[in-house]
């Protein structure tokens, strides 16, 4: 491949381009955009010049290079490495922000130096039409775990989803179904926590007629309902530990047996499995098989909490917010979304629902504001006889008093810590500390 003098002698590879059904273009050394198709076009140049403008400036709106700009630049990476990358960026786009999966293909002259490149990007969203199972973030934190779940989602290998309760390990299972060639086939989920061994067996795996009292006629099971699917373990360490062996059964040899039959039925099925406990403690204390957490967990991708997002928390609260106002328009205050923002989240993204649930119904007006959000009444803040009930003799220690004051003063109290330290008669230093053990305490307690 010569090397070309002006945009009328680039390679013929640049009229391929319309060939690729994604948005695709082709760039040089300098990240200029040299070509582009007309699915590009449509998806980020809003009727905007495009040649000889560079790739950062479109897709992002930089006036650097993403390296530059605090993020990975895929080109940086495929002139270092010399391959082909893969990364997910967030662009913007005619629809607005959204999360790309951005593919870069090297072109190398006659001499071997990589001249050109092909970049092809394919928008990830979601594969419903049911707003309320749209998955929401931009951090990096989420980027990260959406773009596991994006490689994940094409192929049929096991996933593990692993975080704290109410961080939607549900919605992730379901992106991964959404996203897969199993999509038009059922999403079977399975809530494991509470079932008993017996229990679990009849749900997973059906029963025939007459296998047991009250087996009055024949039940397909879960398994079977998930044919062609996904099939969905909740809360996987929640299994009783004599029917991990039968789950291991299952995995291993694609069949299994009802309850009552003696014919195996084989199984087909997309396996993910979610779990908000450690099961490589329970391996050790001998509550989970070893040989089943490496059957369910080839790919592990952990869900962030949401206090390891806050980017995240105001554009999830406008998302949940439209979903919960449905007949009326609400917005966040400033002074809401300060409190959002501020709010130490035991729950994740739950506990976010629930507040926004409860101020819609507090809510006369169209904003939310910081009175609406509060679990309880600022008022109930301040610490009184009546605060605490305790019994005719008991005793608290001091320190359990001065818990209870901070934790409740702390959530009710809408301004800065530095503020608040100085009413609470302390420094700002001290009052982090004692924060920072308050939430070491309740950590310890859910374990």
């Known amino acids: 491949?010569?090397?070309?003098?002006?945009?009328?002698?680039?390679?013929?590879?640049?009229?391929?381009?319309?060939?690729?059904?994604?948005?695709?273009?082709?760039?040089?050394?300098?990240?200029?955009?040299?070509?582009?198709?007309?699915?590009?076009?449509?998806?980020?140049s809003q009727d905007q010049a495009l040649l000889s403008r560079h790739c950062?400036?479109?897709?992002?709106?930089?006036?650097?290079?993403?390296?530059?700009?605090?993020?990975?630049?895929?080109?940086?990476?495929?002139?270092?490495?010399?391959?082909?990358?893969?990364?997910?960026?967030?662009?913007?786009?005619a629809n607005g922000r959204e999360h790309v999966d951005v593919e870069?293909?090297?072109?190398?002259?006659?001499e071997g130096e990589i001249r050109y490149f092909i970049e092809i990007m394919h928008p990830v969203r979601s594969a419903t039409d049911n707003p309320a199972s749209r998955m929401?973030?931009?951090?990096?934190?989420?980027?990260?775990?959406?773009e596991l779940l994006s490689r994940a989602a094409p192929s049929d290998i096991s996933v593990l989803l692993l975080g704290e309760s109410g961080t939607g390990k549900e919605l992730a299972a379901q992106y991964l179904h959404s996203h897969s060639d199993r999509a038009a086939s059922p999403f079977v989920t399975v809530e494991c926590s509470g079932l008993t061994e017996t229990l679990f067996e009849s749900e997973l795996f059906g029963h025939e007629k007459g296998a047991f009292t009250g087996a009055t006629h024949r039940k397909p099971g879960l398994v079977e309902a998930a044919r062609g699917g996904t099939l969905f373990l909740d809360e996987v360490g929640d299994i009783p530990l004599a029917m991990q062996v039968k789950l291991l059964r299952l995995i291993e040899s694609g069949s299994y047996r009802p309850v009552g039959s003696i014919t195996p039925k084989q199984a087909d099925f997309r396996l993910i499995c979610a779990t908000h406990q450690k099961l490589e403690e329970m391996i050790s204390e001998g509550t989970f098989r070893k040989d089943l957490y490496y059957r369910i967990s080839p790919f592990p991708v952990y869900l962030p909490t949401l206090n390891e997002r806050p980017e995240d928390i105001i554009p999830l609260a406008t998302h949940l917010l439209e979903q919960l106002s449905r007949h009326r328009v609400l917005q966040l205050s400033d002074r809401a979304c300060d409190w959002l923002i501020s709010h130490k989240y035991r729950g994740n993204i739950r506990e976010l629902r629930n507040l926004l649930e409860r101020a819609v119904l507090l809510c006369d007006g169209n904003s939310v504001e910081p009175e609406h959000l509060e679990p309880f009444p600022a008022?109930?803040?301040?610490?009184?006889?009546?605060?605490i009930t305790l019994g005719s003799s008991e005793i608290l220690p001091l320190a359990n008093l001065e818990s209870v004051y901070?934790?409740?003063?702390?959530?009710?109290?809408?301004?800065?810590?530095?503020?608040?330290?100085?009413?609470?008669?302390?420094s700002e230093r001290t009052l982090y500390r004692k924060l920072r053990q308050l939430r070491?305490?309740?950590?310890?307690?859910?374990?």
């Not at 008022?379 to 009184?384: K, T, V």
């Not at 070491?440 to 374990?447: L, P, V």
């Open 104 to 110: 870069l293909n090297p072109i190398r002259d006659d």
């Open 440 to 447: 070491d305490q309740h950590q310890n307690d859910d374990i």
């Open 1 to 44: 491949m010569s090397h070309p003098t002006d945009y009328h002698s680039l390679p013929a590879i640049s009229s391929l381009l319309d060939a690729i059904t994604a948005p695709a273009i082709l760039m040089n050394r300098d990240y200029q955009i040299c070509a582009a198709n007309e699915a590009y076009r449509q998806t980020f």
């Open 379 to 387: 008022s109930s803040a301040i610490l009184s006889s009546e605060s």
């Open 406 to 426: 901070l934790e409740r003063i702390a959530r009710a109290y809408t301004g800065d810590n530095a503020a608040l330290a100085k009413k609470l008669g302390v």
């Open 56 to 93: 950062y400036e479109v897709s992002h709106g930089y006036r650097v290079p993403c390296d530059q700009a605090g993020e990975t630049c895929p080109l940086r990476q495929c002139l270092d490495s010399g391959q082909r990358q893969r990364i997910l960026h967030i662009h913007n786009t």
């Open 136 to 146: 929401v973030g931009y951090s990096a934190a989420y980027t990260q775990m959406l």
